[in-house]
């Protein structure tokens, strides 16, 4: 369980680094399909809690594959759409960092600000505790 | 474990209706669906194979109103029910709070019941948690069958199958007419509450 403090600093964690920097859509959520913190641009529109439930089952299958072909983890997943992209990343053993961006955006600095977000918050959750 | 965030004041509760292919878990959710319709504020999700079986999982959150102040949302997952998918049924299991084990009580399917249980325990295990621990009510499905020409197991002898150790709360059920659907759900409900209640402070 996140404690206050810990979940006010990782709000200001995606503002600061995802949000400002353009991107529409980040929600940071528990490997079992549950929303931690959910921040948007104000544009979009999007069912939150059935789209963290799909991300938490797309990743955890993808997570298996990776372990039928001897890899440990696939640790980010992106998926390309025409107008606008996701991108996964696990944060820790029980979390995952989803942003979605627009065309207007590059991955590389999705990639870039997504891994100085965790990060950040890998730091909050460590000295937090 | 459910997740509790105090920023927020929101609980979200993970409850899991596994059993074997064909038994009615999907049927349960569907029947919940319709007849809760106006408190679930999204579609529910199911992904599913052409011939209309449960391939990955069907998902639907419903709220439940406030507990010390916090709003508990209820999310109801199925398990494919299909032998070969029990990479995704452990999968789905991750994190759960409360488990509805829905049996079917058709006489060919005893002991799909039995091998559908067994694997559940040994699902629940590579997640440290222990069946006998968990949240857990019996459904004792399709029981309208009596009715019928088709053959069906007593629920005295499913109770000696499945719930003899076990002893859980058990429903004889018929998910199709929504018979006991809402009974089993509310039963899930108060014992996974009661469990994590006392992690609210």
Redesign the interface.
Known sequence: ????SQ??AI?AAIHTHLISAGLDHVIFM???????ANHNNGKTML?S??FA??A??NF??VD?MAKLVGESEFSLLFHKGEKSSIHFSKVNNETLLITMFNKDISLGLVRLKVAETIQRINSILASDK | MALINVKTKEVQVKIVYYGPGRGGKTTNLEYINKTYRDRIKTEMVSLKTQDDRTLFFDFLPFDVGQIKGFDVTIQLYTVPGQVKYNATRRLVLRGVDGIVFVADVQKEQRKKNIESLNQLYENLETYNLDLFNIPFVMQYNKIDLKQSAIPIVSSQTLQKDLNGLLRAPAFEATALRGGNVIPTLKKIISITLASIQDQLF
């Not at chain 1, 369980?1 to 206050?4: A, G, L, P, R, V």
């Not at chain 1, 528990?30 to 931690?36: L, P």
């Open positions: 369980m996140f404690n206050q979940l006010d709000d528990d490997m079992a399909g549950n929303t931690i069912d809690t059935a439930a799909l938490a089952g955890a299958a298996a």
